[in-house]
């Protein structure tokens, strides 16, 4: 009985994810509707890190 117990638990395990995954392939593989626009111009930030180390200066 354990033993059916422990095979049914490990069926459950990996069965509920791979089901999950070949569920997630027909929505990766359907369209986004994305559209194009050629006059859109992206905007950009840049970000520069800085940090201030006050203990690691010369005195």
């Given at each position: 009985?354990?033993?059916e117990?422990g095979?049914?638990?490990?069926?459950?395990?990996?069965?509920?994810?791979?089901?999950?995954?070949?569920?997630?392939?027909?929505?990766?593989?359907r369209?986004?509707?994305?559209?194009?626009?050629?006059?859109?111009?992206?905007?950009?930030?840049?970000?520069?890190?800085?940090?201030?180390?006050?203990?690691?200066?010369?005195?």
């Amino acid at each position: 009985m354990l033993f059916e117990l422990g095979l049914a638990l490990a069926a459950l395990h990996f069965g509920v994810p791979l089901a999950y995954y070949w569920k997630a392939r027909g929505w990766l593989r359907r369209g986004w509707g994305i559209r194009e626009d050629g006059g859109h111009l992206p905007r950009s930030t840049v970000i520069i890190p800085v940090h201030y180390k006050l203990w690691a200066l010369p005195v």
